[in-house]
């Protein structure tokens, strides 16, 4: 039999455990009397720009410049292509436009001799009507000749005959005018022609130089790089992902559940703790919210409308630009857990 005091102690352990239990779970939830002034979450996280880099055209791999996780600037050589294929086809698209460019310059050639063809057929029309009235007017004299018994008929049929041939020479001379004012006018629609043709051998160079150039994988931006994944001899495809690069650039992203956002405003101080650095915290604000909850944006979106319905609490992404000044922005990498205490809004 257990004694009064033994029984009286188990009673009073009993309640101690239960109202430091009871304690416990209220400070676990930041509920009163342990609420605080500031909103706090766990589900937040690092988040940076993280671009793939690729080559536009396919080739072996020359040389790769770069290591795993190395740090570059904007404008470093990362990885450079075989370039004696694309040069050749600069080379070839060079001696092309040069072609068509020849071809161009000997239009105003062309068209200096077809003018002077023209008036050199308008001559001949000239002579052949000067021709044809001199032979009229023979005719008419030898017809009063002959009508007077000075001249044969046989002289008169050669002066007729002469006409005719006059006649013919001019229609023969105004036809070779005409052609040769088609032909300048040909000349018209070959200019437009070569001029397209030009046109056409330069985009074919500047294209063959943009190749030529994408042979040559620049960093765009300063960062660090990821996994290189691109070796030297390597023949690699027009879009393939050759390396990844990060910028120093970032900022965090924080969860926060929809009832703890009458609380937060664009501006507000927050204190960011990082896990991966031993809890070291970072300065910043709330800079903006998103425009719908996290659920929105999944791919396979819920619906509401049908069976029993439990109300679950959503959160919202809430993105936080970090204040420099502290120097230690390069540890931050994007996928990094963080813990985010937003401050008092006032």
């Given at each position: 039999m257990l004694s009064n005091a033994t029984r009286h102690i188990a009673t009073f352990l009993t309640i101690v455990i239960?109202?430091?239990?009871?304690?416990?779970?209220?400070?676990?939830?930041?509920?009163p009397p342990f609420a605080t002034a500031s909103?706090?979450?766990?589900?937040?996280?690092?988040h940076g720009m993280v671009t793939p880099l690729s080559t536009e055209v396919s080739?072996?791999?020359?040389s790769v410049a770069v290591r795993d996780y190395e740090r570059v600037a904007k404008g470093d050589l990362l990885i450079q292509l075989d370039t004696r294929g694309f040069a050749e086809k600069l080379a070839q698209a060079k001696a092309q436009l040069a072609s068509s460019e020849a071809s161009l310059s000997g239009i105003a050639q062309e068209r200096a001799i077809a003018t002077s063809n023209i008036e050199a057929a308008d001559a001949s029309v000239d002579a052949a009507q000067a021709s044809l009235a001199a032979a009229r007017k023979n005719l008419e004299r030898a017809t009063h000749l002959q009508e007077r018994g000075v001249m044969t008929e046989s002289d008169t049929e050669d002066l007729q005959l002469s006409q005719e041939?006059?006649?013919?020479?001019?229609?023969?001379?105004?036809?070779?005018a005409g052609m040769a004012r088609q032909s300048l006018a040909a000349l018209d629609t070959s200019e437009s022609a070569r001029e397209a043709a030009v046109s056409q051998a330069r985009a074919a160079v500047s294209l063959a130089q943009i190749d030529l150039d994408?042979?040559?994988?620049?960093?765009?931006?300063?960062?660090r790089l990821g996994e290189v994944s691109a070796h030297q001899g390597q023949y690699v495809s027009a879009g393939s992902r050759l390396l990844t690069i990060v910028p120093d650039d970032v900022w965090i992203v924080a969860n926060f559940k929809e009832t703890q956002l009458d609380r937060l405003r664009i501006g507000q101080p927050v204190q960011v703790s990082v896990d991966a650095l031993?809890?070291?915290?970072?300065a910043g604000h709330i800079e903006r919210f998103s425009p719908a909850t996290g659920s929105q944006f999944s791919v396979l979106g819920s619906s509401n409308a049908t069976g029993n319905f439990i109300k679950i609490v959503q959160r919202v992404p809430v993105l936080i630009s970090l204040d420099k000044g502290r120097g230690q922005e390069a540890l931050l990498a994007p996928g990094m857990s963080v813990v985010v205490s937003a401050g008092s809004n006032g």
């Open positions: 239960a109202v430091a239990g009871i304690f416990g779970v209220l400070l676990a939830w930041g509920l909103e706090r979450t766990e589900d937040a996280y690092v080739g072996t791999v020359k041939k006059a006649l013919a020479a001019l229609r023969q001379a105004k036809a070779q994408n042979t040559s994988v620049f960093a765009p931006i300063d960062g031993g809890g070291t915290e970072y």
